[in-house]
């Protein structure tokens, strides 16, 4: 018999809440940043803050397509989709990194040509009060999004997350950029910053392409997780082993499946009792997670599919 728990509807619900409220955060934010970058990269003609500026038009986009990503994510199953809709949040999670690394190449090609012919920075220093109104802005979003990615587990805002954080450091590298120009007439600073500034967002893109192949593709949870089910399962005095564990992610969602060994002579009701315990304590260390429970009569030979 198998058995499972969903995950609490009241939980659920606010951790939806949270979500949304981080994609309206993070949207509102880009579209204030990229009012006041435009101004001070028209007074400035800085290669760095233009840089910042092309990162936060495409955070406003990759926000967007995120705050649509959740919104469906957040459907609950239905007929047509039984385990679902979680997944549109690693695809939006694709979709920031598309957007991310066009932003770094397209940043490379721009600061390659400003090193070649290289042009002096004016009004620096309103550049600098733009980046020191940029970081405040963003590591408060950042923040909030850390809350939210501690309490909900979302793959999309935890993309989502990462550039920003990123925009922090990339922020601070241009107010140095604008400092050496502007006080030791440094003029390579300025696209030698730029350059650095598109590696991290192309480490970035890298960084969220993984997670969410890793999801789209189940990928089985860290070894030290899957030796933890295994533990708490053994725990229970009656069981005697287990095998064909499995184990993905879908969005905030996460599913454990496996086979107990229980003794042959027990009956149906005694063996789906000790299946609830071992659930239970499974559930209890792994809230967000559906737990699938099969029992199987130990000493009976079936081929087993784990392949660890």
Same mark, same amino acid.
């Given at each position: 018999m198998d058995t499972a728990t969903p995950v609490s509807v009241t939980t659920e619900a606010a951790h939806g809440r949270l979500m949304r409220l981080a994609t309206y955060a993070s949207t509102a934010t880009a579209a204030v940043l990229i009012c006041v970058k435009l101004a001070a990269w028209a007074a400035t003609g800085s290669m760095a803050l233009l840089s910042t500026l092309? $990162?936060?038009?495409?955070?406003?986009?990759?926000?967007?397509?995120?705050?649509?990503?959740?919104? &469906?994510?957040?459907?609950?199953? $239905?007929?047509? &989709?039984?385990?679902?809709?979680?997944?549109?949040?690693?695809?939006?999670?694709?979709?920031?990194?598309?957007?991310?690394?066009?932003?770094?190449?397209?940043?490379?090609?721009?600061?390659?040509?400003?090193?070649?012919?290289?042009?002096?920075?004016? &009004?620096? $220093?309103?550049?600098?009060?733009?980046?020191?109104?940029?970081?405040?802005?963003?590591?408060?979003?950042?923040?909030?999004?850390?809350?939210?990615?501690?309490?909900?587990?979302?793959?999309?805002?935890?993309? $989502?997350?990462? &550039?920003?954080?990123?925009?922090?450091?990339?922020?601070?590298?241009?107010?140095?950029?604008?400092?050496?120009?502007m006080n030791l007439g440094w003029s390579a600073a300025d696209p030698a910053f730029a350059i650095a500034i598109a590696g991290w967002l192309l480490f970035n893109a890298w960084q969220i392409i993984r997670g969410s192949l890793d999801t789209l593709m189940d990928h089985e949870l860290p070894d030290s997780d899957r030796a933890r089910i295994r533990d708490i399962a053994n725990s229970h005095p009656m069981v005697l082993d287990l095998h064909d564990l499995r184990t993905r992610t879908s969005g905030r969602q996460g599913f454990i499946q496996l086979h107990l060994e229980l003794p042959g002579e027990l009956s149906l009701i005694q063996a789906h009792g000790i299946a609830d315990e071992v659930e239970g304590a499974i559930q209890a260390a792994f809230p967000s997670f559906e737990v699938i429970i099969h029992e199987d009569p130990s000493g009976i030979t079936e081929h087993h599919h784990d392949p660890a």
């Open positions: 092309i $990162d936060s038009v495409l955070d406003l986009a990759a926000s967007v397509l995120n705050l649509m990503a959740v919104r &469906h994510a957040l459907q609950p199953a $239905d007929r047509e &989709h039984r385990f679902g809709h979680g997944k549109a949040e690693s695809l939006a999670g694709l979709g920031q990194a598309a957007f991310i690394t066009g932003s770094g190449g397209l940043l490379l090609v721009e600061a390659g040509g400003r090193l070649v012919r290289p042009e002096q920075v004016v &009004h620096g $220093d309103w550049g600098i009060a733009v980046m020191v109104f940029s970081i405040v802005a963003t590591a408060a979003l950042v923040s909030f999004q850390r809350h939210v990615i501690a309490r909900t587990k979302s793959t999309a805002i935890s993309a $989502d997350s990462l &550039h920003y954080a990123g925009d922090v450091m990339i922020n601070l590298s241009v107010i140095v950029s604008l400092l050496l120009t």
